[in-house]
């Protein structure tokens, strides 16, 4: 089972960026797919969820600027992300399971950096 991420990259403040993560191995319309990411001398925090039946959650620091959405028939989740922050900077990895912060499957990281 394989989560591949992709879609990351530099772009200025106020940009954008849509991150999109493919599962393979199994079928995930049954589980919670999501984005986490991980800063410099941070810890990973829970970025975007939605569950199965498509209810999202959001952190705090991304609400109202970030989107997440999944469609089952490709078993992608993807992540858009606008009026992106310097704080954004972060390395996001693509995650699900039934958990509510996804440790049962993870992707690969991929770096996201938002010049000031």
């Known amino acids: 089972v394989q989560l591949q991420a992709s879609g990351g990259g530099l772009v200025q403040a106020g940009g954008s960026l849509r991150l999109s993560c493919a599962g393979s191995?199994?079928?995930?319309?049954?589980?919670?797919m999501g984005w986490l990411r991980q800063a410099p001398g941070k810890e990973r925090e829970l970025v975007a969820r939605i569950s199965s039946g498509g209810t999202t959650s959001y952190a705090d620091s991304v609400k109202g600027r970030f989107t997440i959405s999944r469609d089952n028939a490709k078993n992608t989740v993807y992540l858009q992300m606008n009026s992106l922050k310097f704080e954004d900077t972060a390395v996001y990895f693509c995650?699900?399971?039934?958990?509510?912060?996804?440790?049962?499957?993870r992707g690969q990281g991929t770096q996201v950096t938002v010049s000031s």
């Open positions: 191995g199994r079928t995930f319309s049954s589980i919670a």
């Open positions: 995650a699900a399971g039934s958990s509510w912060y996804l440790n049962e499957y």
